[in-house]
């Protein structure tokens, strides 16, 4: 089981950018996926973005498409979500999550919550106008 430690997050304004980091501890996100998912209040939770480890497949909601961009660091074991022109609709708790072991992927599994196994405490991200 990953035990997942997200960070960066805080307030800006709108247009303004920040990085959110997601780590890892007790198992590596070699041979996973990686997602970032978010909640606004009184909102669902809902997809932003995902990536393979192997291989660096990205998937993306269309609301962050050209302004939210999702890596990974192989040395450090960290996966990023690079938000940029960030819009006041934005503001939400921001997730990671792990499906560990993956073996096959595609968009309509990524952005499915049931189809991860770990996940973060969440990261506050509030922008305003």
């Known amino acids: 089981q990953a035990q997942l430690v997200e960070s960066g997050g805080g307030l800006t304004q709108a247009g303004g950018s920040l990085r959110l980091s997601c780590a890892t501890s007790?198992?590596?996100?070699?041979?996973?996926?990686v997602g970032w998912f978010r909640q606004a209040p009184g909102n669902e939770r809902e997809f932003v973005a995902a990536i393979t480890w192997s291989g660096g497949i990205t998937y993306y909601t269309d609301s962050v498409k050209g302004r939210f961009t999702i890596s990974r660091d192989g040395a450090k074991d960290i996966v990023y979500l690079h938000m940029n022109i960030l819009r006041p609709e934005d503001t939400a708790v921001y997730y990671c999550a792990v499906k560990n072991d993956m073996l096959i992927v595609s968009e309509a599994l990524a952005e499915r919550e049931s189809w991860y196994d770990d996940w973060g405490q969440g990261t506050q991200v509030s922008v305003s106008p």
């Open positions: 007790g198992r590596s996100f070699t041979s996973s996926a």
